[in-house]
């Protein structure tokens, strides 16, 4: 039986309210009622949009709900998965003929059922680097850490989770900081039990630095992930690809083009126009946050120093050493990491909100 009370706010509870109830059900939806019968949804989406348009936290919850809300009646429970696909909703209450909810249907993600799917093979261990604030998603990490931001049912961290398990990844390191008790109780709670090791940082040690203190805990080639990226890609080709050229690190880069919105022109050294082009498109290959790494490259960290993972891999090219590249298309690469990139992830996972 589910807990309900966890899913249901009254129109007075503030939106900085509603998210800590948001984050405690995992589910990314509330219910908003009144004498205990339902007026309205809201959903982690409906929150970040009102904070995008400036929205205060503190205002009550009402200046973001939809006071349409999509619901059941008992009898109608068998429609219930397809109300949902057809809405494009992920949560449908079931309502008794006062309005008021008895039960609560989920339905699932793809990449949920994906992950129940998953292929032997891999079976090399899994960094996942979650220490930092998220000060790009402020206000939200003022109340959330970022590994925990809601994608829908999950939080980006249960979906890179779910993507490494997909291909045989089961053994999770995650290295944490900034509201450290927070995120290692919510896995402690969660339904769905990982197989995670919390590493904790004293202090803050940089995109990089953190990754020292998984040394010894790990041997050989193993994955290092951001906590805010999901990356749509064949992970076994990319470990294949990085023994195969015995690299010491390699980065999974997107190929990202630009069109620049006007002509550019270049001029000589005398003063005088040698080339014209009207709009060109640029192109770059951009550093998604997730590598491969060899055991080796740990001993180029120093112990308990701040330290970015640009300031290693520079490093390790100046030494000649092998530091490969892994070029994925920009649309594999999803970035939640600041709070205009969060839209185009939902839209792209197909997420209500």
């Known amino acids: ?185 919510y896995f402690a709670d969660n339904e769905m039990k990982y197989n995670i090791q919390f590493i904790e940082e004293e202090k803050f040690l940089g995109t990089a630095g953190g990754l020292k203190l998984v040394q010894g805990k790990v041997s050989g080639d193993f994955f290092v992930s951001n906590c805010d990226i999901l990356i749509d890609a064949d992970y076994q080709a990319i470990l294949e690809e990085h023994v195969r050229k015995q690299c010491v690190i390699t980065l999974v880069c997107a190929h990202k083009k630009y069109q620049m919105p006007y002509g550019t022109v270049e001029g000589d050294e005398e003063g005088y126009v040698c080339n014209m082009q009207e709009k060109p498109i640029l192109s770059y290959n951009i550093n998604t946050g997730l590598y491969v790494i060899n055991e080796k490259f740990l001993d180029r960290i120093p112990g308990d120093t701040f330290v970015d993972m640009t300031e290693l891999v520079g490093e390790c090219i100046r030494k000649k050493e092998k530091v490969g590249i892994y070029l994925i298309e920009e649309e594999q690469w999803l970035d939640t990491g600041q709070m205009e990139e969060l839209e185009k992830t939902y839209a792209a996972l197909k997420l209500n909100g």
């Open 1 to 185: 039986m589910k807990n309900l009370k966890i899913f249901i706010v009254e129109e007075k509870n503030s939106i900085k309210e509603v998210m800590k109830k948001i984050a405690v059900n995992a589910r990314g939806v509330v219910f908003v009622c009144k004498g205990g019968r339902l007026l309205a949804t809201v959903t982690d989406g409906d929150i970040r949009r009102y904070i995008l348009a400036g929205g205060d936290i503190e205002e009550e919850v009402s200046q973001a709900a939809h006071y349409s809300p999509v619901f059941v009646y008992p009898e109608e429970r068998e429609q219930a998965k397809d109300i949902m696909i057809r809405r494009s909703i992920t949560a449908l209450p079931v309502v008794d003929h006062d309005n008021r909810i008895m039960d609560i249907f989920f339905l699932r993600y793809p990449d949920e059922e994906d992950a129940e799917e998953a292929k032997d093979g891999l079976d090399v261990p899994v960094v996942i680097m979650a220490g930092g604030k998220g000060q790009r998603l402020k206000p939200f990490t003022d109340i959330l850490p970022k590994p925990l931001i809601p994608l829908g049912e999950k939080t980006v961290t249960e979906r890179i989770i779910m993507r490494f398990q997909k291909y045989g990844c089961n053994r999770f390191y995650m290295v944490i900081n900034y509201k450290k008790n927070f995120i290692k109780a």
